[in-house]
């Protein structure tokens, strides 16, 4: 059974960071560096969207609108998926999800984190 537990998140005043991390556990640890990687978010009343996504090739896609705020990373040694968040603002508040896929292992989600951004 894959597990994925995310942490990091937290209440955080506008211009702040965070760092959210996602630990790989049982099933998939020993073929962790073969997955698809990525971090989604959900805000109330909204579709769950792309916020970053890493290859197992090492390439990053990012929306649009995060691109120079976000960076996706990975430690394929621990097991964890990261993203570091800075400049924060309101509108990134959301329950934050890490994702990964593989064409062999299937696709699997982590529980989410919420991150809120308010003075």
């Known amino acids: 059974q894959v597990q994925l537990v995310e942490s990091g998140g937290g209440l955080v005043q506008p211009g702040g960071s965070l760092r959210l991390s996602c630990a790989a556990t049982?099933?998939?640890?020993?073929?962790?560096?073969?997955?698809?990687m990525g971090w989604f978010r959900q805000a109330p009343g909204n579709q769950r969207e792309l916020v970053a996504f890493?290859?197992?090739?090492?390439?990053?896609n990012y929306a649009e609108a995060l691109t120079r705020r976000f960076t996706i990373s990975k430690n394929n040694a621990r097991k964890v998926i990261y993203l570091q968040m800075v400049n924060l603002k309101s509108e990134d508040t959301a329950n934050y999800y890490c994702?990964?896929?593989?064409?062999?292992?299937?696709?699997?989600w982590g529980q989410g984190t919420q991150v809120t951004v308010s003075s």
């Open positions: 994702y990964v896929n593989s064409s062999l292992y299937g696709s699997h």
């Open positions: 049982r099933s998939i640890t020993r073929v962790f560096n073969t997955f698809d």
């Open positions: 890493l290859t197992n090739s090492g390439a990053t």
